[in-house]
């Protein structure tokens, strides 16, 4: 009689993911994990990874000893053994762009920008969401007088999180922006007007010079 097939190893549950980290990983090493979500990776062009290496887990975490530290790490399960096998460890002064991608509900994807920008997709937007939030308070809480980083294409409630720095440079480029395109406004009314003018000027010495020489020739 044939012996049947080993049935494929069961995906556990994300929060089952979440627990055996906090357990075995950052609490023995001294850190609150204070985000998590199960992601795909992607390339920066969309197209997927090979399948067994795309079920990956993202964590956000903060040192138990002050001065308190945050992380933003990638986990997965290793191919062979027990247990997760740490991917990408990257303190949170190394992100230098969050980008939401599309703040719409119909977009689950996001880019986060280290060393090179990192696409990664979530399970659902509302996922998604609340892990930019967990970044933002990270920065916000933990970045000391460095300025955060630029948060584009994400919702109000993740820029609610941000330092009020980050809200202030947006309104100020803003700003900038509109008095740039105001100014441009202002200089092509100059020019035009100054057109004006030295068609106004040639008009004038035309007639001038016409007037000239009907007097003289009078």
Known sequence: MAANPPSS???PRPQEVKHALHKDVFHPNGERLVGFMKVSKTEPGGLPFNKKENIHYLCCSVTVKRPSKAFISRY??????????QRRLWPIEELTKVDGRDPSNSCNQF?????????????????????LVNIGSLCSKYLGSQPPPPFVNVTKKVTKTLPAVAVDTKSQMQKNKQELVERGQKISQLENKTAEMADSAKSFSQTAHELANHYKNS
């Open 9 to 11: 190893p069961v995906e």
């Open 76 to 85: 997965r399960k290793p191919d062979k053994g027990e247990g997760y096998e």
């Open 111 to 131: 880019d986060l920008y280290f060393d090179r920008a990192f696409r990664f997709e979530a399970t659902s937007f509302k996922e998604k969401e609340e892990f």
